[in-house]
C-alpha cells in the first residue's frame, strides 16, 4: 500500500517566544534510543490519521504553555512553564515530569494563525487523546468539552476565530485512581504491575480545513466471496443530488448517488481479491469524491482489506478461530505500550514502529493491547506489517469488599460512562482490519456486578458482529462471547473445551530477567520468574512456547506471552524498558514459535488419570529406602490408594485417597501394546513432583498447576516406554494451599 500523501503545513508551528532553548527532557530514568529524535519544534509531525486523509492540515505539536490550578477554576493561572505537546506532564519528555493531582485542573495552551489560503472553509480542530474529561477554548470561547481518555475528539472552531494569531486552550482534570473512570494500568502510587499515569494532551493535536459540506466517515464493507465491497461514506449535511466516487489508483471504481440523505453507499468490484493476513497483509487503497452537480466538493483518501475472521469448529468439532475461513493459532505478547521517556505516548513513530516489528521478528502474528488504546497509527503500521490485535477496553476500577477502599463504588453512573467510552473505541477503529477481537474487561476489574458486565459483553457483539469478543481475559468469566479466556503463570495451559467457544490463553509467561543500567529501577525489580542471563532465559522461553503444540492438539486456539517489553519495575520482557536488549534470543524463538502454525497435532491418551479412571497406586508418606523408584523395589509394606492423591477443594483435582501431608511417594505399574513414538507425560501436581519411569528420572516439576498438564518426557525416560511392563514412580512434596498428585501417560501425533 501506498503511504497516504500529505501536504504539512508548517505556519504557526511554535508558540509565540518559544524555542528548542526553552525545552529539555527531564533527567532520573533511562530512554529509549528515539528521544534524541525528538524535535521540540514539532514533535509526532506524521499525519495522525492514516485511514481518513485530507491533504491540507496543519499540526499543533510542540511547545505550549501550562499551568496547574485547583479543578473547579475557570482559567489557566500564571504560566508555570513550557510543556512539550503530546507528551503528559507526568513524562520526561514532556519537559515538565510532575504529576497532576486528582484535586487539579491541568491547563495548556498556545496560539495559531489560520492559513490565508483555507479561507471559506470550515476549521476543525482534532484532539487524538486527552486525559480524561477535556475542555476547548478558543479565543475565550468555550468550544465544547470530550470525557474520556482514549478516544479522538473533534471541534469545529470556525465561528471563534479572528485574523491574525488566536489562542487555543485544553484543560483537563484526571481523578486517575480516586475516580472510576477508564485507566487501564494507570496508578497515583505505581508499584508492581501498576505504572505511572498520563494526565493531559497525550496524542497529536491539528487542525484541518473542511468545505460546508463534507465527507465525514468511509466505511468498507468487502466480500472475499463475490469480491465486491460496498462503502458507505457518512457526509456532514444531507442534500439534494450528492453524489461520490470511489477511485483505485486513478481509475474510477464505483460511485453512488443518494437524495435527501447524510449517508451514500456505492458497490466497486474488485479484479482480484487478495485477502489480508498477518503473512500477506494486502491493503487496497481508494480515493472518495463527494460531489454535486460534476464539482468536487470534498476528497479523502482511506485503505481497506479483504479478511473474515471468526470461531467454528474445525474437522474434529473442535472450536478453532478463524482468518479468511482457516484455522489460524494466534501467538503474540501482551503489549502494554508505555514507554519510559513518554509514558503513554512514545518518543517517535519509528519508535512505536519498533515494538509493532519486534512482534514479527519473535515469531508472532498478533498482539494483545493491554488496556490501553493507541494512537491510529499504531493500527495503520499492524494494518500494514500483518499484526492482528485483540484490542483490550481500558479497565476501571470499584470498590470491593474492602470498605476503606479509596475506590469509588460502581454506580449506574460509572457504568453508563464505561459503555460510553466502549462504544466509542468500537467506533473509532472499527475500519482497522488489524483488529481482530475485541476484550472489554480483564482479571474481573471493573466487573463488580457480573450480569451488568455479561450484558456489556452483549452489547459489544451487537455493536460489531464482525469480529470476536472476549467476554474477559483470565479470572471472571461470563460464560458468553465467543472465547474462554484464562491466565497461567508461567503456564501454559488451556481452558477445557466447550460446544460454542473457543479456547484461548490470554497471559502467560512473565519469565523474568533484570539488565543492568537497562531498567527503570536498580533495586526490586520483579518478573514471576527470575533468570540469571539471556541463555537460561531463552531456554526457559523455548521451553514453554515447545509444550503449546500439545494445547493444540486439545483444543488451544491462541496464547499469549507477558510481554513485549520491560515496563517501569515489571522486567518480563522479551526486550528491556528502553528497547536496548534482547533479553530473549529473537533468533531462536522465532524458530520455535513457527511450529505453533503448522498443523494441528492431536493427544492420544495411553494410561488414564482421575477422573476418567482412578488408578490403583501404591503409596506411603514415610521417607522409604533409596531406590524407591527402581521397577524392582519391594513396595510390599506400601498402603494401596486410587489415584489422585491430595485434599478436595484442590483447584482441578479429582482426589481418590486423601493425602494431607507434606510428602507422599507413589508408584504403579501398567503394560503397553505397542512402542511410543513422541510420549508425554499427563500430570497434575500441587506442588513439587519427581517423576520416574522404569527407574529412569522423566521429569522434575516445580511448584504447582491447577488441571491436567501434558509435559515432556526426558529422552532417557522416555526411550524406555516400548511394548511391554513399566513402573511409574512419583515423589511429591507440599508446602501449603491444596495438594494433589496423579500421573499418566499420552502420546502425541503430529498433525498432517
Known amino acids: 500500500m501506498r503511504t497516504p500523501a500529505t501536504t504539512v503545513l508548517l505556519a504557526a508551528i511554535i508558540v509565540s517566544g518559544a524555542s528548542a532553548q526553552d525545552w529539555k527532557p527531564v533527567p532520573g530514568h533511562i530512554m529509549t534510543r528515539w528521544a534524541k529524535d525528538v524535535k521540540p519544534e514539532q514533535p509526532w509531525p506524521e499525519y495522525p490519521r492514516p485511514q481518513f486523509v485530507r491533504e491540507r492540515w496543519l499540526n499543533l505539536n510542540g511547545l505550549w504553555n501550562y499551568s496547574v490550578t485547583p479543578k473547579d477554576a475557570d482559567k489557566p493561572g500564571a504560566q508555570a512553564g513550557k510543556v512539550l505537546v503530546p507528551f503528559p506532564i507526568e513524562s520526561a519528555l514532556s519537559g515538565v515530569g510532575k504529576p497532576l493531582s486528582p484535586d487539579d485542573r ?310 453508563s460512562n464505561f459503555e460510553h467510552e466502549l462504544k466509542a473505541l468500537i467506533d473509532t477503529h472499527r475500519d482497522h482490519p488489524s483488529i481482530v477481537m475485541w476484550v472489554p474487561f480483564n482479571e474481573g476489574w471493573g466487573q463488580n456486578d457480573l450480569e451488568w458486565a455479561k450484558g456489556v459483553v452483549n452489547q459489544v457483539k451487537h455493536w460489531d458482529p464482525s469480529r470476536l469478543v472476549n467476554c474477559t481475559s483470565g479470572w471472571t468469566d461470563t460464560g458468553n462471547g465467543d472465547v474462554h479466556d484464562i491466565h497461567d503463570y508461567p503456564g501454559p495451559s488451556s481452558p477445557p473445551t466447550e460446544p460454542h467457544r473457543a479456547a484461548v490463553l490470554g497471559e502467560f509467561g512473565g519469565l523474568g530477567l533484570p539488565v543492568q543500567n537497562h531498567t527503570w529501577v536498580d533495586k526490586n525489580n520483579w518478573g514471576y520468574v527470575s533468570y540469571k542471563d539471556q541463555k537460561e532465559l531463552t531456554d526457559a522461553y523455548v521451553g514453554l512456547i515447545d509444550r503449546i503444540p500439545v494445547l493444540i492438539g486439545q483444543g488451544l486456539c491462541a496464547a499469549v506471552y507477558t510481554q513485549t517489553t520491560d515496563c517501569e519495575i515489571e522486567c518480563n520482557g522479551w526486550l528491556t524498558y528502553d528497547r536496548e536488549v534482547w533479553k530473549i534470543d529473537p533468533d531462536r524463538a522465532a524458530a520455535v514459535t513457527k511450529k505453533l502454525y503448522g498443523p494441528v497435532p492431536t493427544v492420544k491418551t495411553i494410561i488414564a488419570t482421575a477422573p476418567t479412571a482412578h488408578a490403583t497406586w501404591k503409596y506411603t508418606t514415610d521417607k522409604p529406602a533409596d531406590g524407591w523408584f527402581a521397577p524392582d523395589f519391594g513396595d510390599q509394606s506400601w498402603k494401596s490408594g486410587t489415584g489422585s492423591f491430595g485434599t478436595h477443594h484442590t483447584p482441578g483435582a479429582h482426589i481418590g485417597t486423601e493425602w494431607n501431608t507434606s510428602d507422599i511417594w507413589i508408584r504403579r505399574t501398567f503394560d503397553l501394546g505397542v512402542d511410543l513414538n513422541n510420549p508425554r507425560l499427563l500430570i497434575h501436581h500441587d506442588e513439587d513432583a519427581e517423576v520416574y519411569i522404569d527407574g529412569v528420572l522423566a521429569g522434575t516439576f516445580k511448584g504447582y498447576t491447577s488441571a491436567y498438564a501434558l509435559e515432556p518426557i526426558a529422552p532417557e525416560a522416555a526411550a524406555k516406554l516400548t511394548k511391554g511392563k513399566h513402573t511409574l514412580a512419583i515423589h511429591c512434596h507440599q508446602t501449603n494451599g491444596g495438594q494433589n498428585i496423579d500421573a499418566g501417560i499420552a502420546e502425541l501425533v503430529e498433525g498432517k
Open 106 to 415: 491541568l491547563w495548556q495552551w498556545r496560539t495559531f494563525t489560520v492559513p490565508a489560503e483555507w479561507k471559506d472553509q470550515r476549521i476543525v480542530l482534532h484532539c487524538g487523546a486527552v486525559d480524561w474529561k477535556a475542555r476547548v477554548v478558543v479565543n475565550g470561547h468555550v468550544i465544547g468539552e470530550h470525557t474520556g481518555g482514549y478516544d479522538p475528539f473533534s471541534f469545529d472552531i470556525t465561528d471563534a476565530l479572528k485574523d491574525g494569531e488566536n489562542e487555543l486552550i485544553v484543560s483537563a482534570v484526571d481523578p486517575t485512581d480516586t475516580g472510576g473512570q477508564p485507566r487501564g494500568k494507570q496508578w497515583l502510587t505505581p508499584g508492581g504491575i501498576w505504572y505511572t499515569r498520563t494526565s493531559g494532551i497525550w496524542q497529536t493535536v491539528w487542525m484541518e480545513p473542511v468545505p460546508p459540506v463534507a465527507i465525514k466517515a468511509v466505511h468498507a464493507s468487502p466480500d472475499a466471496t463475490t469480491g465486491e465491497v460496498v462503502v458507505t461514506v457518512e457526509t456532514t449535511a444531507p442534500g439534494e443530488g450528492l453524489g461520490i466516487v470511489l477511485e483505485a489508483k486513478g481509475t474510477r471504481a464505483g460511485e453512488g448517488a443518494v437524495h435527501n440523505s447524510a449517508a451514500l453507499h456505492a458497490t466497486l468490484k474488485l479484479s482480484t481479491v487478495c485477502p489480508w493476513s498477518p503473512d500477506s497483509p494486502d491493503l487496497y487503497d481508494l480515493d472518495v469524491r463527494l460531489i454535486r452537480n460534476g464539482q468536487t466538493l470534498d476528497t479523502v483518501k482511506t485503505y481497506f482489506a479483504v479478511r473474515d475472521v471468526k470461531m467454528a469448529p474445525d474437522a474434529q468439532g473442535v472450536n478453532r478461530l478463524l482468518l479468511n475461513g482457516k484455522p489460524l493459532f494466534h501467538f503474540g505478547p501482551l503489549d502494554q505500550g508505555f514507554w519510559p521517556e513518554g509514558i503513554y505516548t512514545p518518543p517517535t513513530d519509528e519508535a512505536m514502529k519498533f515494538d509493532i516489528e519486534a512482534v514479527k521478528k519473535m515469531g508472532g502474528n498478533m498482539l494483545r493491547k493491554h488496556v490501553k488504546v493507541e494512537p491510529d497509527r499504531f493500527y495503520y503500521w499492524c494494518d500494514r506489517l500483518g499484526i492482528m490485535v485483540w484490542q483490550d477496553m481500558p479497565s476501571p476500577f470499584f470498590k470491593g469488599k474492602d470498605e476503606n477502599s479509596k475506590l469509588p463504588p460502581l454506580s449506574d453512573e460509572w457504568k
